[in-house]
């Protein structure tokens, strides 16, 4: 049984064109295979992190050295283009704070904004803690503490870093790091990983399973509560059909994100293929819905869709979305299908990111390459808000199954 915990859904930049672009940044990190946090990548060398104090670089070496400063190096929460926060109390009794959930790292930490309230049940270790991120940073001190998510999901003796310094932060007091503990090696002073959350509800039986699930509510207004993070498995009263799973891509460099392979068909089994069998990613931090190159163009002539130089973004004009066709991805031998309606950018929020009103947008974005490199597109925020989708750990398998939204008109 998953036990679930509310989260907000913003989206970081103010702009269509800066979307565009931090997703395609984003994308070309990927493609890199900068910072790998799926359940099978190997990560020998490349720790999220490094020993002692002070701001700066972002890895360090098996033998503890640390390497010159790096500068946006990583694929977390600080380079997402959408991100989600939610409430955790630390301490008994405990002091709410509004954390980053960031599946692309790992150590739980609070102090960017509101101060750590140290309680009877707040242990420093000792251990000093520094985490560097693609745009920011954190250093400061290993606590053990008790860690409240919800009711039925209460941590004892949770490691948690409390920072002294923390840079790149505004508006949120610290991170909930759900990626593998792998990204928490070197980062606290004495080198040994540090157990996350997730990890930690599984040890203490509080889950059954390492896995989490997503939910969202496709909405209209910014900072709505309109998503589920569930700890443990699937929340089924949030889905409409089966769970189908699908393994970990053995494709690099998805393979060492949440990978999976996939084909995209506009238009269904008689429309216009856009990528047969092909390799890419899941991501909750990119906001669009992004295929490799050529795919791209072959989606904008199917559509008719123009480049709109204002935002970056595809339009159309109403008669062309009147005619606008359903994206069918067949994942596993199972199609999902993304509605007209899902492939548009809420109309009512075109004012958020530079639009006209009223104007129509796609979400269906260039990733910046061409296919058959290994990452020949990432489902975003875009196509993720219309399914729940599954991230098993313990099993390297990846989830999805439609929700009471799917359809839904919303945009």
Do not use: C
Not at 134 to 148: A, K, L, P, Q, R
Not at 217 to 235: I, K, W, Y
Not at 238 to 246: H, L, Q
Not at 393 to 399: A, D, E, F, H
């Amino acid at each position: 049984m998953a036990s679930s915990i509310p989260f907000v859904t913003r989206i970081a930049a103010r702009h269509a064109k800066d979307i565009v672009a931090r997703d395609r940044a984003r994308a070309q990190k990927i493609l890199q295979g900068i910072n790998p946090h799926g359940p099978v990548s190997r990560r020998t060398s490349r720790h999220h992190g490094h020993h002692g104090h002070g701001s700066g670089g972002s890895t360090a070496p098996p033998g503890g050295s640390t390497p010159a400063p790096s500068s946006g190096a990583g694929v977390d929460v600080t380079d997402a283009g959408v991100t989600y926060t939610t409430s955790v109390g630390v301490g008994n009794p405990p002091t709410d704070y509004t954390l980053l959930i960031d599946t692309g790292s790992s150590n739980t930490w609070v102090g960017a904004d509101k101060r750590y309230v140290k309680t009877k049940t707040s242990t420093s270790t000792g251990q000093s803690v520094n985490v560097s991120y693609g745009s920011g940073s954190f250093s400061g001190t290993e606590y053990t503490d008790t860690v409240t998510l919800s009711s039925s999901l209460v941590i004892q003796k949770q490691s948690i870093g409390v920072a002294s310094t923390a840079q790149g932060f505004q508006d949120v007091d610290g991170i909930l790091g759900i990626g593998p503990v792998d990204l928490t090696q070197g980062t606290v002073s004495d080198g040994a990983p540090v157990p996350t959350v997730t990890d930690s509800l599984f040890s203490e039986g509080a889950i059954t399973s390492n896995s989490i699930g997503i939910f969202y509510e496709p909405t209209t207004s910014q900072g709505a509560l309109n998503g589920e993070l569930s700890f443990g498995g699937v929340d089924e009263t949030k889905i409409t059909g089966d769970v189908n799973f699908v393994p970990i891509t053995a494709t690099s460099p998805a393979s060492a994100y949440w990978g999976i392979d996939q084909s995209v068909t506009y238009g269904g089994a008689s429309g216009t293929p856009l990528l047969r069998a092909s390799a890419g990613i899941v991501d909750t931090g990119t906001t669009l819905l992004l295929l490799a190159t050529d795919a791209f163009q072959a989606y904008q002539r199917a559509t008719g869709a123009t480049l709109d130089r204002a935002t970056g973004l595809l339009t159309l004009s109403d008669a062309q979305f009147s005619s606008l066709e359903s994206l069918f991805f067949n994942i596993g031998g199972v199609p999902y299908e993304l509605t007209p309606n899902a492939q548009i950018w809420p109309r009512a929020l075109n004012a958020t990111i530079g639009g006209e009103e009223g104007k129509i947008y796609l979400v269906v974005s260039d990733l910046g390459s061409e296919s058959g490199q290994g990452l020949d597109f990432i489902n975003g925020f875009g196509f993720l808000q219309r399914f729940y989708s599954v991230y098993d750990t313990g099993n390297s398998q990846v989830g999805l199954a439609t929700t009471p939204f799917t359809d839904a008109e919303t945009n």
